[in-house]
Nanobody
Framework: QVQLVESGGGLVRDGGSLRLSCAAS????????MGWFRQAPGKEREFVAA???????FYADSVKGRFIISRDSTKTKVYLQMTNLKREDTAVYYC????????????????WGQGTQVTVSS
């Protein structure tokens, strides 16, 4: 079992920045992929970014050049630095972890956090 706890969401103005954090505990040896998904009201949950234990990173096209994902040296924490935020980035952001890349990137994660709200206002 892995527990994921997110923090760092909030309200920010259009063009602003936020940093999300997620800490994993429990069977952290399974956290091969850690990443972020988001779900806006009335929409399906979508992939945002992911990072592997070996340092590979993946981004959705909609956030490339604006968001940066990173993991700490212990590999039990993952961060999402979000810059130049837009109103369409408003969503609940979920931290997730999984072992199999293909299924993880399409949203079939092994474990999920409870989510943190990010709201971008004009």
């Amino acid at each position: 079992q892995v527990q994921l706890v997110e923090s760092g969401g909030g309200l920010v103005r259009d063009g602003g920045s936020l940093r999300l954090s997620c800490a994993a505990s429990g069977d952290t040896y399974t956290t091969i992929h850690m990443g972020w998904f988001r779900q806006a009201p009335g929409k399906e949950r979508e992939f945002v970014a992911a990072a592997t234990l070996t340092g590979e990173v993946f981004y959705a096209d909609s956030v490339k050049g604006r968001f940066i994902i990173s993991r700490d040296s212990t590999k039990t924490k993952v961060y999402l630095q979000m810059t130049n935020l837009k109103r369409e980035d408003t969503a609940v952001y979920y931290c997730a972890t999984g072992r199999q890349r293909v299924v993880f990137l399409r949203g079939d994660a092994d474990y999920w956090g409870q989510g943190t709200q990010v709201t971008v206002s004009s």
